[in-house]
């Protein structure tokens, strides 16, 4: 059974004859919308789904958490606007927009931005605007109610703490933040409230002091673990996700849930706990996009929006996975490939359906064109959208013009941004170079293929074999299997070089056919003499060449040093190796020889220093897993506090090299 529809059944046993049911997401505008936060909505919208599988009515409801107050700056903010440090503690909604495009405010920037990739994943959603919400005075009821409760609230909130709390911590508790209209900000403590909770007096820390009426003045926000209770309670919430931060057992939901039941009278919803995403690869060249900020509209510049939805509905919420910006995602392509044919074929099993079905968007179709294919053989003939239609007929597999551009846009853009290695482009002279050091039977191979090749008239399949029988027959000799498959091996590999530059291509039968052979066939001609320009080349080649052995010097290793005293695994256990990931790294200009890593240590972010500037590029770090000593204390190192210290090793022989950890260890696995 697909998660979403055993959840949707739980959902549906709890209250079985609700009119319609509501699963709830929500985000707040802080900055641009991550693809770990995209999660909330995706595991609510295949609950909705599930449910309308169940034959119930359901609703996607989303939520702009605009009315939170601002904390921290993002980088793309800071980055254009220095300015911007004067709204913290502003709800985001009364931000003025930085980015000066037509959006009136800093929570309406990002709200778009995230609602044109909503809309294109062919998500519907009902949305709430919660500034809106509390401005119109829609919670006023509950506000009151939360004040005259706010007691009982206190000592939920503190049976969550670890921290002794006095009697007058509890006495001065409110569960509201009301927002200075001087200042704006909900840097405001009320000194003084009335007995039936709605006239209040405050004071805040810019010197304003005002009065408050709760049943006419709405410009004031519930506390968050209070704010969450009170609109499930308000939209009858059936179900709703959160990150796995909010799933422990300490966490947000626990005490919501308690405030849920006790306060407001409302059975919590049903929960599910979600783990994060992550990313695979470099985002090289996509701008905007390095580790934590990545946005869906990042994703659909190389995924399909389908794609973007398999992922997540084929995964249950409590694991991980990957988007892949090295050639994984061709993988993850093929994979999608091959679910949507047989869903198609009405061949899937059951689950798979479901996995599909969730993740069409409208009426869309899509045309399985194979990217593996298209990217490999695209770039040889620069996408040319013509040519390309030829390619994949000569290929037996003829797509329309519409049909090839779904995915070529797609595929060019990762080819370029985050793959350029991968591209494939055909050298414009011959390569005597390697051409010279290939043996005499080797040259032969190629000779005949050239003649093959050149006389034309075969098919596929006759090529496919021509390109095994070539090495069979320059070495009659060879009968051993395995010594026949490394010959072959090697001449497609020659060929590739004397192609491509590369010592591995796409399959090179697929190539040498769907590519026309006038585009290059001159490039395994080496019966006619060097050209002008080969010659040119050549000596411009040599001249280059020649300095770049020279710096390699051979340095001898440091002598061995005996083992250190024994220590107990008690000892051992006491420290806190674990696995990170830089998601960025900075020169600190002040300091010849260290480096600023921001690593997210699968809790959150932090910072560390390490010496290693004169070893390392930034871009060498970025993106790169690491082993980090968790709970080494903080200290100071040029100016910047370090929290935790990089294993890395150092000997005369090699300089100081850092310690990689496998990309594919979740961070903040525990080294044991
Ligand atoms: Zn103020």
């Known amino acids: 059974m697909h998660w979403s529809d055993s959840i949707a059944l739980d959902i549906v046993k709890r209250s079985p004859d609700k009119d319609i049911y509501t699963c709830a997401a929500g985000i ?11 999660r909330d909505i995706a595991t609510s919208y295949f609950v909705v789904k599930a449910l309308e599988r169940l034959g119930k009515n359901a609703r996607l409801l989303f939520s702009w958490d605009e009315f939170d107050r601002l904390r921290k700056i993002p980088k793309n903010v800071s980055d254009i606007d220095q300015n911007m440090e004067q709204y913290i503690g502003y709800p985001y909604v009364d931000i003025r927009n930085p980015f000066g495009d037509g959006c009136k405010t800093y929570a309406e920037y990002f709200e778009k931005e995230f609602e044109s990739s909503i809309k294109k994943l062919g998500i519907e959603m009902v949305y709430r605007y919660q500034a809106d919400m509390y401005r119109s005075g829609k919670y006023k009821e509950y506000v009151i109610l939360a004040l005259s409760k706010r007691k009982e609230i206190f000592d ?44 209040a007096h405050y004071r805040c820390v810019c010197g304003n002091e005002s009065d408050f009426n709760f049943n006419e003045d709405f410009n004031c926000k519930l506390a968050w673990k209070v704010d969450w209770p009170m609109r499930w309670m308000y939209e009858s919430v059936d179900f709703e996700p959160g990150g796995k931060d909010h799933a422990s057992p300490n966490g947000s939901y626990q005490t919501s849930k308690i405030i849920s039941e006790k306060i407001f009278g409302y059975q919590a919803p049903l929960f599910q706990g979600y783990e994060f995403i992550g990313i695979k690869g470099s985002t090289g060249k996509m701008s ?42 061709l993988r993850q392509y093929f994979e999608f490939d091959k679910q949507y044919d047989a869903y198609q074929n009405q061949t899937a099993d059951e689950l798979t359906n479901v996995v599909i079905s969730n993740c069409l968007v409208g009426s869309r179709k899509i045309h399985t064109v194979p990217m593996g294919l298209m990217v490999q053989l695209g770039s040889v003939v620069n996408f040319n959208i013509s040519v390309l239609q030829t390619v994949f ?3 037996g597999t003829p797509y329309t013009e519409e049909e090839l551009m779904e ?42 293929l050239y003649i093959y ?3 034309g008239g075969y098919s596929l399949e006759d ?37 491509i530059d590369k010592e591995k291509g796409p399959r090179l039968y697929l190539f040498l056919y769907a590519v026309e052979t006038d585009q290059y066939l001159r490039l395994l001609d080496f019966e006619t003499p060097k050209t002008e320009l080969e010659l040119t080349a050549e000596t411009a080649a040599e001249e280059t060449a020649a300095p770049e052995e020279e710096n390699i010097t051979v340095k001898e290793p440091d002598p061995v040093p005996a083992v250190k005293n024994m220590i107990s695994f008690d000892a051992f256990e006491t420290l806190d190796f674990r696995v990170c990931k830089v998601v960025k790294c900075t020169e600190i200009r002040k300091s010849h020889s260290c480096l600023k890593l921001t690593l997210f240590d699968g809790i959150g972010e932090r910072v560390i220093v390490s010496s290693i500037k004169k070893e390392y590029k930034p871009e060498e770090l970025i993106g790169k897993k690491i082993i980090v000593l968790a709970n080494l204390k903080p200290a100071k190192f040029s100016g910047v506090m370090s929290e935790g210290m990089l294993m890395a090793a150092t000997n005369n022989a090699c300089g100081c090299k850092v310690i990689f950890a496998d990309d594919s260890i979740p961070e903040g696995t525990q080294i044991k």
């Open 463 to 499: 090529l496919n074999h021509k390109l095994y029988e070539i090495p069979k027959f320059v070495f009659p000799d060879i009968h051993d299997k395995n010594e026949l498959k490394k010959l072959q091996s090697a001449f497609f590999a020659n060929v590739y070089k004397l192609l």
């Open 28 to 38: 707040s505008p802080s900055g641009s919308i991550h693809i770990g936060n995209f």
């Open 407 to 448: 995915r070529l846009p797609l595929a060019k853009y990762w080819l370029e941004h985050c793959a350029p290695e991968n591209k494939n482009t055909l050298r414009t002279t011959r390569n005597w170079h390697v051409y010279d050091s290939f043996s005499e039977q080797e040259k032969e191979e190629i000779r005949l």
């Open 288 to 329: 905007g996009s390095s580790g934590l900020n990545l946005t869906p509209e990042t994703l659909l510049k190389i995924y399909q929006p389908e794609i973007i939805l398999w992922l997540y509905s084929k995964t249950i919420p409590t694991k991980a996975f990957d988007f892949c910006f090295d050639d994984g995602i």
């Open 393 to 395: 007929k000569k290929l």
């Open 156 to 199: 939920i909130l503190d049976s969550f703490r670890t921290q002794e709390s006095s009697e007058e911590d509890r006495e001065a508790y409110y569960p509201v933040s009301i927002y200075c209209p001087i200042c704006h900000k909900d840097t405001t403590q009320i000194t003084e409230l009335s007995k039936d909770c709605v006239n």
């Open 453 to 455: 090749l050149a006389e």
